[in-house]
């Protein structure tokens, strides 16, 4: 078994992918079920998110599903589509224990439900396509549905590719009761077979069995017709057998080490299950030497320089001085549950955890990551942007007194005055709900104890 | 009246009886933690301890803040939420702590003095050291034995492996009298061991983590005297969390008083908790919702716990910890160091309560 590193230095957070040293563009990318879709609909395939439904200009779709709050459910059932362009003035009180009919910060300005997320609207004679199906709007209009849920895009995707509006890593979308109901992007199912699954984590498309999630893992030692995991090694390692009647189907193929007794392999490996793995997810089996997790898909690496450290819990993203790097998270209580975690959106919610509602006091506690000037990123989930800091809105391109800070999912990222060194996290969980509904987290990139992301 | 929760009182140690010489192998054995809980001294109707009644939550104390002077979120809950953040610790003026009164309390004598703030444990030992009874002890959240926070902190110690502790005696000759054993502290990696009805039981194995729980390693000397464990004044730190941030305690001149068993051992740990490691663990490891289900207002008990810290004064000499003492219960474990063989770990529960 392998052993301890307390402090993990690696240049990328694909950790995964390191031990191949394949250049991003080398990568592979996640296959997928191809269903029948409406006339210009598309698949795009995200470099976090894997693949993901695009309406005919490359924009993200959005499903908001029906989720539990602390006081009750909001969000869409299957075919009753509830976005539109009310604009709510007080919360709904749902967000246990703050009581309903609060006025809304930036309230004379507020947006409505479809101004952040614009339905897909169908043709008036548009008719079921596979899993697409046409929902009537209390409007009267007609709108697209997957798997009954109406689809939606978001104004904060720009170009195709783009997943700014929400996300499948932290609990497939979110535990509504601690994060709000969030909206989840919509795509087609991963193209493994039924006794796999694949969980969305910092790190990529990690590829898990669909019973349990118990992590899947592959062996260097191992060709992609012979296992030679022997009776030792299997006493720590499961193969994930096939059963008797399935056939190869695009990636994934079987072996037999014994007459009778198959295993599945993935892109030429076969795959295993960890039996000392304690939690679903796990990437404690990678620690072993020769043994690795599989990713469906890889996740782009962080900014140049930045580094991951270990600490009592897992690993955490730190940046260029090793500082762990902070995501803020926000959600408001109003029926439409719109987010409030991003620079064009109002900073109220930010400045109260941050500094008591002062910007200069956010500023010395929770300080934005700055980029150098010519700092660049190679993809479209790492960003740099301007930041006005005296109200931590997003600022033109170098006007005076901005900042020039590293963003995630265009969300500038954060550093934590308490942290003294790499790996602390001292402020991971900070704010309310314990950082997921108005507040920060730690950016994890592994967790060895299943803890609670939200 | 003793009121220390009935988990301790009315429990057997664990199932099984071992004996020692058969767990006292290479003149050590092990422990896990399978009890704790903050040793709150209480009568049944509370009025001896809290003459004014319990603690308002937050609830309570929204609508005193906030009721008939604004209906703006961000000077209300935004409001409420950045003192939970930033916490002051000017005296309140629309709302009011309850703190814990009169001269019992569980606990140990830490300074080895008897001070005119000190309390006299129920069996009459003077000089109690327990500042922070005064703090938890009229807030139901923490009160025995259904208290929600006294539930899911220990709730989440058994069944979070983050929080597992191990206590290992080494160099002992004798688990009734031994004046010098060394002790140590270490985090574990594995679930706690049941029986069939699914009470934690001894005789379980832990794997200790030495990978990330080095933090969590301390040694220290200890003495046994009628079966009693003492051990000397350490500073140490320990994991506790509820699952969701992966907050710590950490406490000066930390000790445990313990009756050690064969099958197991219990009674009190105490030392002078850091305040603000302690203040920022509350929201860290559960929220303001879950703070209400017991009435715990978190920025009126950091005002007292500040008013109240009793040890290490920094250079302004501001006391920056609070005397505190734990009820525990730890059942035998079978230790395991790195270099021994594995056993295969069963899985960890999923939290599946107090979402």
Redesign the interface.
Known sequence: MKHIKGTIALAAIALAAAAHAQTRSKEPVEDYVHEPMPPGFQVVVAELEGPVFADASGKTMYTWPLNAVRNGDLGERKNEPTCDDTHYKVNTGLQSPYPGGLELPEVATRPSCIDYWPPVYAPTDAKPVGSFTVVKRKDGKTQWAYEGYALYTSHLDQQPGDVRGGTKWWRKGGDGRETGVLRVPAGPPPAVPPQFDVNQIASGRLLVTAANDRSIYVYDKDTATKSNCDAACLREWAPVLAPENVKPQGEWAIIQNSPGVKQWTFRGKPVYTHILDSIPHSREGSDVPGWHNVFTQVAPPAPKGWTVHGNREGDVLADEQGRTVYIYRCNDDAADQLACDHPTMPQVYRLSVCGKGDPALCNKTFPYVIAAKDAKSDTRIWSVMDIDPKTGRKAAPGAPGSLHVWAYRDRPVYTCARDKKAGDIECDSWGELFGLRNGFKAFWVRDDFGGYHG | MRAISAVFLACAMVAGTAHAEDVLKDRTIGYVLINKAYATWQTPDGKKECPQGFNH???EQ?KELFEGVT????E????????I??PGTDPETRTFFREAQGPTAFGLNLDGKVGPNDFTSPEGEKGIDHQMFRVVGCTENYRGPDGSARHFIESYMQK???NRWLLELTDVDSLADDDDVTVTIYRG??PLATDAAGGFTSGGTQRVD???????IYTMKGKIVDGVLTTAPTDITF?E?Q??????QSVHAWRARLKLTPDGANGLMAGYMDVERWY?NL???????HR?YGAEPMPSQYRAAVRLADGYPDANGKNTAISTAWEVRFAQALIMH?DEP?T??A??A??DIA?
């Open positions: 939550g937050p609830r929204f209906d703006k979120i961000a209300t809950q935004l409001a409420y939420e950045a003192e953040a930033f979070f492996n983050y990696l594995d030495t990978k990330r729980g080095k933090e969590f994991p969390s699952q969701r941030g992966f907050p710590y920022h929201p860290q490891q559960w929220s303001t919702h209400s790195p594995k295969v770990a899985k960890s999923k939290s979402r």
